[in-house]
């Protein structure tokens, strides 16, 4: 898993951009959107429910594009499973029953039925999302971009900057 880790640190710093805040230069919002609601559709038949997804201008001073929600009776796992799309990279993560905030990997593996895993991760990945390991995440942010360095109450991490309103 470290190898992983490290992949995954390098990534959030090759993706790190030193002048935009909420999301890079190139970013396409349109495109964004899109692709949350095929994800969605994707979701919905692969866990046989409605799941719900927050995204476009019910999103703002934000560095992340949609929230999806998958309800817990349709889940293996029993439990609300959510994913949060980045407006960098496109970015993923994913975690169960909790206030988006990283879950602990160790505790995400423990804790999800693998079938739930499988159907997600597939999910994401055909649509073109890199799924992060929170872990790094966790970790405070020492980026390229002043204005985040900058901030310390509380104290920033990875995960504010790019999963998280601003």
Not at 24 to 48: I, V
Not at 93 to 105: C, W
Not at 127 to 146: K, R, V
Request: hydrophobic fraction near 30%; include cysteine.
């Amino acid at each position: 898993m470290e190898d992983g880790q490290t992949e995954a640190r390098q990534l959030l710093r090759l993706l790190d951009d030193p002048d935009h805040l909420e999301f890079p230069a190139e970013f396409d919002y349109d495109r964004a959107n899109g692709r949350a609601r095929d994800l969605c559709r994707r979701l919905e038949s692969d866990f046989g429910c409605n799941v719900h997804l927050l995204t476009g201008s019910s999103i703002q001073d934000a560095t992340f594009r949609a929230d999806l929600d998958i309800p817990p009776e349709a889940t293996a796992t029993g439990k609300r499973l959510w994913i949060r799309i980045s407006n960098h990279g496109p970015l993923a993560i994913y975690g169960i029953d909790t206030v988006r905030s990283p879950n602990r990997d160790a505790d995400v593996g423990a804790e999800i039925h693998p079938d739930d895993r499988t159907r997600l991760e597939n999910a994401l990945i055909e649509h073109g999302y890199t799924i992060m390991p929170n872990d790094p995440l966790q970790e405070p942010y020492d980026g390229l971009n002043d204005q985040w360095r900058r901030r310390t109450n509380p104290p920033f991490t990875w995960f504010l900057r790019y999963f998280d309103y601003t």
